[in-house]
């Protein structure tokens, strides 16, 4: 058996895993690994990672759910056509993103779907944990990179889908990742499983454009004094996002963490609002225009006007590819709760950590020497005899039954 086959392998399963970003991810993964591309805009193969103990890439495993039944051979053709993929790759790893493809099982809820939410958890979980055995995984981090959710209408509402899939990587025992701003783990019946489930997770809503910018340039008008009367901003956007954005409640639960990053750099919110603006024939890209109104020395009155256009998969796809490595490596090392060290790829992260983007590279850069100290943690172990199966089976009995209310949550049984 070569080295290759011999070296523990990790799964990535993808919640929305024939979306734009999973269709990216799987792509550029191979592309990558075959040497066709190099791994631009990924932080975790830079110099300061070399020792951490991360998965390489040609180790991850994709698979996922999806509510949708395009295989990702075609979508990858179709974000050919659209500028997203560069010619002639998806052609040449045609064979893995078909290997990807094959592992994909049906999301939901979708509808006239009847399955209780406990059937849904159920279901869900039993999935994950068939991907690893099959695939004699170490271990599987889930990844939500699904179009965004309308915010939770309260107590006593249905959990929504983001939660259900977090709920069920708890019960499989998989650490779990939100890239988008669904509630996910931050559903208070969630966030208590997790609590006592102990593993790992990160999230939510991955900052790839205009928050990016935000971070930098919100601590530099902090740090040099000057008064920022006013920030507004433009989104234009196509796709599959910006149709689910189009939804006034999804768009609010998206400018959340917007406006988070300039309460928390700036110490204030200044006047101005982010607008969501969903223009079809843009496809996978996007537009960010931002104005920002502030005084200098002698209230002297001046303007800065940024201008972002990036395509969006484009932008998150390393972002995915480091947050599972550095995920699963944690979960390895034996890490558990939030990891709040991960907020440098998140406009609402969790725990308390900086808001500055060079606060949060530092922290980042913190995790990387404390993954390279830390050698195989408890969760290791060889393959066929995968950890995860392990944790699984102490996670199924802790897990939440969704059929009954958890104590403060105000849901009816």
């Known amino acids: 058996m070569s080295a290759s086959l011999s070296r523990p392998r990790v799964g990535v399963w993808l919640i929305g895993a024939r979306g734009s970003v999973a269709t990216t991810v799987v792509t550029g993964c191979a592309a990558v690994t075959a040497g066709l591309h190099p791994p631009t805009g990924m932080v975790t193969e830079t110099p300061a990672f070399t020792d951490s103990g991360l998965p390489a890439l040609s180790d991850l495993v994709f698979g996922g759910h999806d509510t949708l039944d395009c295989p990702l051979p075609k979508r990858a053709e179709t974000l050919t056509a659209g500028g997203v993929l560069p010619p002639g790759v998806a052609t040449a790893v045609a064979a893995e993103l078909a290997a990807a493809d094959g592992e994909i099982r049906p999301g939901g809820p979708v509808p006239g779907d009847t399955r209780s939410e406990a059937e849904l958890i159920t279901a869900f979980a039993d999935d994950m944990r068939d991907f690893v055995r099959r695939h004699e995984l170490e271990r599987a981090v889930v990844v939500n990179v699904a179009s965004t959710e309308p915010a939770s209408a309260g107590p ?7 939660t259900l899939y977090a709920l069920a990587a708890l019960r499989a025992g998989c650490p779990y990742v939100n890239f988008t701003p669904s509630e996910g783990m931050h559903h208070p019946v969630a966030a208590r499983e997790a609590e006592r489930n102990g593993l790992p997770y990160a999230g939510r809503d991955g900052k790839t454009g205009q928050t990016l ?28 996002d910006g149709a689910a954005l189009a939804d006034p409640a999804a768009a609010a639960a998206k400018n959340a963490g917007k406006e988070r990053v300039l309460a928390d750099t700036l110490g204030t919110v200044p006047e101005g609002e982010v607008h969501i603006d969903d223009v079809p024939a843009l496809g996978d890209w996007k537009t960010a225009w931002d104005h920002i109104a502030f005084d200098g020395f002698l209230g002297t009155r001046m303007i800065l006007q940024t201008i972002w256009q990036g395509c969006d998969s484009a932008l998150a796809a390393p972002l995915v590819l480091d947050l599972a490595r550095l995920t699963a490596r944690a979960h390895e090392a034996g890490l558990s709760g939030p990891l709040g060290e991960l907020g440098f790829y998140f406009k609402d992260p969790v725990g308390d950590g900086p808001a500055s983007l060079a606060e949060q590279y530092a922290a980042l850069m913190g995790l990387g020497e404390r993954l390279r100290g830390a050698g195989a943690g408890h969760c290791r172990t060889a393959v066929g005899d995968s950890g995860i199966r392990r944790s699984a089976e102490e996670a199924a009995a802790r897990a939440v039954d969704p059929a009954e209310p958890a104590p403060g949550s105000g849901r009816e049984p």
């Open 156 to 162: 006593g509402s249905a959990l929504p889908a983001s």
């Open 213 to 240: 910018l935000r971070a930098v340039l919100g601590p530099m008008f902090a740090q040099r004094a000057l008064n920022v009367r006013a920030w507004s901003g433009t989104n234009l956007l196509g796709g599959g």
